[in-house]
């Protein structure tokens, strides 16, 4: 893992986890760029990985300054190896039809709300300002991704079985959502954020009442475990990492 | 020697890049202007943390102080207290409207988790004024504006959302 130089290891770890969804999602969903259904959510989904992309580069920035060894925004970015990567295994699954991309959307997104506003009263005051910025993108991201959820849970057949086959299928990675380990334990103890186990409470009060709207069964918590943000990822990741670097890996330090 | 009352004047007279009827002060994004002996410095707030023009406003804003009598400009970016498009001047939101983009409506920023449907609403159309108005995307040509259309007239427009 990244080597922290910082008082606390947890700190960095803590923010290098946040960082990291908001990256691999953005990037996720920027592949939408030209290829949505429709022009309005081509321009919603584009729009939406600036924001994601926007606040990772204000949380990588500050990752970098805790690290305390010069590494900047596009350094964290673009030059780690993938066990170094800190991101939930949800947000680097591929996007397949735009049923599946809404869903994984609102999943994420309910949980982004729940956990902005919670660190908006980070003891770690940067943390807290992009906390707050972040939300009011966040609210945005997940009343959008909601409102498709149930269009298309309510909507047709074909549609509605669609995105109950993605939420069946996406369900079971929200269990990292709530998993907790030491780094969480230190962060919460020193007041940075939240431990993720007390989360869920709060995300499915904002979840569960899309589903019912949409028409979607909430699907049965299961054993299913995923590791992405201690650093274990799914075979999908590399293939990310290599369309995400290969323009710094290929000219380093390259500027236009 | 520029003061802080001519570096803000001069600051008035620099438009936002996607919505150049409104300036920069009008929009609320500049928190704060210091001077020491020609040396200035310009605190920013972002409106959107992804938000492309971010870059351009601060080279437009360096250009317009040195082009005021700046001897050297330094920016600075500060998140909080977040900007709220609350901020946006009563004027400036007729200059929008006239612009054919509806200002933001009532107070940004709800309290609570509303999952759904939370933004739902009904403007009136900029150019006619009728209120048979429907949301197309709540994301149009920038993340700060939704796109809309009068079923009285027939025009899109752009609605500034509350944020």
Redesign the interface.
Known sequence: MTQANSANPAHLEYVLRLADNVLILGQRISEWCGHAPVI??D??LS?????????A??LLTHAGRLEGRGRDEDQLAFLRVERDYRNLTLVEVPNQDFGRTVVRNMLFG?FQ??LW?RLTASAD??L???A???L??A??H???A??WV?RLGDGTALSHDKVQAALDELWPYTNEFFASDETDAAAAAAGIGPASNTLEA?WE???L??LA?ATLVAPARTPFKTFGKFGRHSEHMGHLLATMQYMQRTYPGAQW | MLTETEAWQALDAVPDPEIPVVSVTELGIIREVRCNDGAVTVVVTPTYSGCPATEVIGLAVRDALLAAGAREVAMETQLHPAWTSDWIGEAAREKLRAYGIVPPEGRAAPAAVQPIRFMRRTLACPRCGSTDTERLTEFGSTACKATWRCRACLEPFEYFKPI
Request: no cysteine; charged share 25%.
């Open positions: 309005e959510e321009l919603a729009n939406m990985a600036l924001d994601l992309i926007g606040q580069r204000l309910a709300v729940v506003e005051s940067e807290a300002a992009i707050a910025k972040s009011k993108e609210r945005y997940f009343s959008h909601a409102e149930v709060d009060n904002a979840v009442p899309v709207q």
